[in-house]
């Protein structure tokens, strides 16, 4: 049995260096198995692009940065007036960092492992004191959404839409849970570098890796993609929704290349006083783990604040024929 379609042929050589081609056509789009934003399964069509083989590393964008001077977001002061009633010291340029907790804590305070921490960025994906030196084919961390898109912008490529990334992520294997098939852990070796144990204090590293892992570290999926499961989640181009919009009651019905959501509607109705666009992010990271966040899968999805950066959130691009 073949577990992977076969993917078309590319219609010319790749438009930069290190991208795969994408076959376009039909797929099932989406999970009822696992989290409710995931709902419902329905059909979607895209047509072939090129994606980018690996996550965009350190080395990469420490190229863009050289030859433009970009400052990422993480790198700016925030602006008090989209804060209302933020502590003064916060208001510096800085980012959330991950710290694991001493032992099992309640799963509704993120607080308890998310740090806000001056002066992480990307060079500095700990704070002060870390550095990226050693960690040139690491994917880039702290990357806001605005940061992703100066990137793409300036590689003369664009980011994926939540549909382009499901379909690539899929590799072929329509309708499977994990990138590599049905079973969460198969024989062999770690196909994802994630979270093994208790998150978010006991990190049991079986996978080799505790933070970010060398991009292609894993086997690749059908489309000879690198980490589109686990390592770190990736923007997206569509604003976040709560569910995926129902089946296509005909064939001449099913979504085109969609390109999902309005910025109004992604703002977080938990947080009135935050009117920030959100956008899908997809593939879940290193700290995901079953008794936390199973989404490290195609289907899975999170709504990102554009404004906001972690020590887990990179991106990877994509070009359109």
């Known amino acids: 049995m073949t577990l992977h379609a076969p993917a078309s042929a590319a219609?010319?050589?790749?438009?930069?260096?290190g991208m795969k081609w994408i076959p376009g056509g039909t797929f099932l789009m989406g999970s009822e198995a696992h989290y409710p934003e995931e709902a419902p399964v329905h059909r979607v069509a895209v047509d072939g692009f090129w994606m980018d083989r690996t996550q965009v590393t350190n080395a990469q964008f420490?190229?863009?940065?050289?030859?433009?001077?970009?400052?990422?977001?993480?790198?700016?002061?925030?602006?008090?007036?989209?804060?209302?009633?933020?502590?003064?010291?916060?208001?510096v340029p800085g980012s959330l960092v991950f710290r694991p907790t001493a032992g099992p804590v309640d799963l509704t305070r993120i607080d308890s492992w998310w740090h806000w921490t001056p002066g992480a960025c990307w060079r500095h994906p700990e704070g002060p004191g870390s550095h990226v030196r050693k960690r040139g084919q690491h994917p880039v961390v702290h990357i806001a959404?605005?940061?992703?898109?100066?990137?793409?912008?300036?590689?003369?490529?664009?980011?994926?839409?939540?549909?382009?990334?499901?379909?690539?992520?899929?590799?072929?294997l329509e309708g499977k849970a994990f990138t590599w098939g049905d079973t969460h852990l198969p024989d062999g070796p770690p196909r994802a570098n994630t979270w093994q144990g208790e998150f978010p204090w006991q990190n049991l590293c079986t996978d080799g890796f505790a933070g970010t892992s060398p991009v292609g570290s894993f086997p690749p999926n059908g489309f000879g993609l690198r980490d589109m499961a686990g390592n770190v989640w990736e923007w997206c181009a569509d604003f976040w929704t709560e569910a995926h919009p129902p089946e296509a009651d005909k064939p001449c019905c099913i979504p085109q290349n969609p390109l999902r959501g309005t910025a109004t509607g992604s703002h977080d109705p938990a947080a009135p006083d935050w009117p920030i666009e959100r956008r899908v992010v997809k593939g879940g990271s290193h700290l995901c783990a079953p008794n936390y966040c199973l989404r490290y899968r195609p289907a899975a999805r999170r709504p990102q604040m554009v404004d906001t950066g972690t020590t887990h959130i990179g991106f990877r691009c994509v070009a359109r024929v």
């Open 11 to 17: 219609p010319s050589a790749p438009p930069h260096p």
């Open 145 to 172: 959404y605005e940061d992703a898109l100066a990137y793409a912008a300036w590689a003369g490529k664009a980011l994926p839409t939540e549909a382009e990334w499901e379909r690539a992520a899929r590799g072929g």
């Open 62 to 91: 420490a190229l863009f940065v050289k030859r433009t001077g970009y400052v990422t977001v993480a790198e700016r002061a925030p602006d008090p007036a989209l804060f209302p009633g933020a502590p003064a010291g916060n208001l």
